[in-house]
């Protein structure tokens, strides 16, 4: 106690007792089990002053040694650290800010080159014109008010390349084989001073073909992913997936307000074309049908592939959505047949933000289940087949509380090695839409079967999610297949969730049964709440009072050479996931066992449930006693050895 009170550390920070200071950071806060002694140490009013340079100063310093913590026991080290910092050097706190911010923009650009998605470049490509026509437009108006365009035809003809092309991006799977669309898929566009919804769909079937010849026409299997399944009911399940896929284009002309029904020029007029003529002619007559013959390359033969489609009863508009061609005047007559919708009086401005959430998982987990249980809608295929789901499905939910979402279905996760060797380039693609769906959302719903509980796969999907700084809500769906529950059977499904994804040991578990609707709003509870922690952002001067409590109790080890780390500031640099800075006199005397209880500390006092917490580390390097007075560096003199950032996450 007589060493404690001689170190005579300055701190601006003001406080009497310990835990009434840090009682309101969080209703998660639990006190440090700090012995009397070491409490009475901390909050003495001579232990703790303010620096009389700081008052005077309109710039806040604080001193180097504030945060160390580092008590000697030994008389000869005491007196070695009060040397090499003394009550006179300052540390610039605003430039500590500054050089925060940085090292965050340096890990994060280092972490976006470590993940890396397949297809993501070309995707930044296609879509730059997009996003630089969206910042032109002053107006939004929100999805559900915008007017819809309907993409209707026979398989493999080119709707998803038409959709593509008309949203301006890579969004819809584009493949060289039928029946790679067969959700509804929709897409914001704009052509001069209209703004609508396109809406990509599956191909439309027809009755004059035989069960057989459908199946091979849309590739449906039935042997992949269908192990488990007994005959008898994957049979049914193949028999009913032309219907259901049928019935999503169905809806989406049923909602449309414009119908573009796409042949292809190159194949020529056929049986199905005439059949979907009609019945659009017979159901439809009240909307606008546009014909449009893709694949018309052909500067000189796009007129002649267009004539022969004038027996449909409709205008032929030769186009091509690779190339663009005739897409101009295509879009001339969509926003003829559109009325122009005005911007709604009582939008708020202010609502910018709206949280994604994205359902993740392996195959047959329920991933659709759960969203069309949420939307109280069939809005995409639900079926045992594997593989169903093929786009990233992008739906808007607004929850009890009024609090707007943004839901992405994805397709099911399989391991690398199983993707390869099927050798389907579809299914690849459909992985990496699930990847960016990961990437663009704000909280992931991991969804795992009961009865599998975790899998190894499971483990990968989570350990990317980690990787990308998500929060996450574990899912455990088909609760109702566990026998003989009981009381305890959920506290030892959650031991067992806990030790096999310790990568997420922070995640909130919920339990459902998607098929039946049961606790799937809980989802959006766990999440809405995970989601404000993620966006949560802690005051420096309670954070430093954390890391101070912490370090206290627990100095960092020595090395064999007697040396021990020193912690001089901490602040949080970023929200989304919450990214902490802390300025240190060597990174590498801080070891990984450390940093793991320094995390531990900082989710024990001040929350962040359900998000993962970022941990930078910078290395400040100090003059030695021959040059004078011991001084930490500012941003001006960094040099390019000091700037290695050292993450907390493996």
């Known amino acids: 106690m007589a060493a404690l009170s001689q170190l005579h550390i300055p701190t601006p920070i003001s406080y009497c007792t310990l835990p009434k200071t840090l009682n309101p950071i969080s209703p998660f806060h639990n006190t440090l089990p700090f012995s009397p002694s070491i409490l009475c140490a901390l909050s003495h009013p001579n232990s703790f002053s303010f620096p009389r340079r700081s008052l005077s100063r309109s710039v806040l310093r604080f001193n180097a040694g504030e945060l160390s913590g580092s008590f000697d026991d030994d008389e000869g080290s005491e007196e070695s650290d009060q040397n090499d910092y003394s009550d006179d050097d300052d540390v610039d706190v605003l430039a500590l800010e500054q050089e925060a911010k940085d090292a965050v923009l340096e890990y994060s650009s280092s972490l976006s080159r470590t993940l890396t998605i397949e297809d993501e470049k070309n995707d930044l490509k296609e879509t730059a014109q997009t996003r630089k026509r969206s910042k032109q437009r002053k107006k939004i108006i929100p999805d559900n008010l915008l007017p819809r365009v309907a993409i209707v035809g026979r398989p493999n003809i080119g709707k998803s390349a038409l959709f593509n092309r008309l949203v301006g991006g890579n969004k819809a799977i584009v493949v060289d084989e039928p029946g790679v669309t067969r959700d509804r898929l929709y897409g914001r566009s704009y052509w001069g001073e209209h703004e609508f919804m396109v809406v990509d769909t599956g191909g439309v079937l027809t009755v004059s073909k035989s069960q057989a010849t459908v199946m091979e026409e849309l590739a449906i299997t039935t042997t992949i992913g269908m192990d488990g399944i007994p005959l008898a009911s994957r049979e049914a399940a193949v028999s009913r997936m032309p219907s259901m896929i049928e019935r999503q284009a169905t809806a989406a002309v049923e909602e449309s307000s414009v119908i573009i029904f796409l042949v292809d020029g190159q194949a020529g007029l056929t049986a199905a074309d005439v059949e979907i003529a009609d019945w659009l002619r017979k159901n439809y007559s009240n909307k606008c049908v546009i014909l449009a013959v893709n694949k018309c390359e052909s500067p000189r033969k796009r007129i002649m592939q267009a004539s022969e489609f004038w027996s449909l009863g409709f205008e032929p508009i030769p186009i091509s959505a690779i190339s663009g061609t005739g897409t101009g005047e295509l879009l001339d007559l969509v926003c003829s047949g559109l009325h122009k ?244 006199n060597d990174a590498k005397l801080f070891p990984d066992t450390y940093r793991r209880y320094m995390e531990k500390q900082l989710r024990s006092d001040a929350g962040f449930a359900g998000t993962p917490i970022r941990l930078l580390w910078r290395s400040r390097r100090k003059m030695g006693k021959d040059e004078g007075k011991a001084v930490t560096r500012t941003q001006e003199n960094l040099s390019s050895h000091d700037r290695k950032l050292v993450s907390t996450t493996p």
């Open 341 to 584: 919708i005005e911007e709604p009086k009582n939008l708020d401005e202010e609502e910018d933000y709206v949280p994604a959430i994205s359902i993740v998982g392996r195959p047959n987990v329920g991933k659709s289940s759960i969203l069309n249980a949420l939307l109280g809608e069939d809005r995409t295929i639900v079926s045992p087949i594997s593989g169903t789901t093929r786009d990233a499905i992008d739906s808007e939910f607004t929850g009890p509380d009024g609090q707007k979402f943004h839901l992405i279905d994805t397709a099911g996760i399989r391991r690398r090695a199983a993707v390869a060797s099927a050798g389907s380039t579809t299914e690849a693609l459909s992985v990496n839409r699930a990847f960016r769906a990961i990437r663009r959302s704000d909280v992931v719903a991991l969804v795992i079967e009961a009865l599998a509980c975790i899998t190894e796969q499971d483990y990968k999907i989570a350990e990317r999610i980690e990787k990308e700084g998500k929060s996450c809500v574990i899912v455990v769906n088909k609760w109702d297949t566990i026998p003989n529950k009981n009381q305890q059977t959920a506290t030892y499904y959650e031991q067992d969730v806990r030790e096999k994804l310790r990568l997420l040991d922070w995640a909130p578990i919920v339990y459902s049964t998607a098929i039946a609707g049961h606790s799937v709003d809980k989802i959006i509870v766990a999440a809405s709440e995970v989601e404000k922690e993620r966006s949560r952002r802690l005051g420096t001067s309670i954070l430093n009072q954390v890391v101070r409590e912490a370090v206290a109790f627990k100095p960092p080890p020595r090395t064999r050479g007697g040396k021990r780390g020193r912690v001089y500031y901490c602040t949080q640099a970023a929200i989304r996931p919450p990214t902490f800075v802390f300025f240190v």
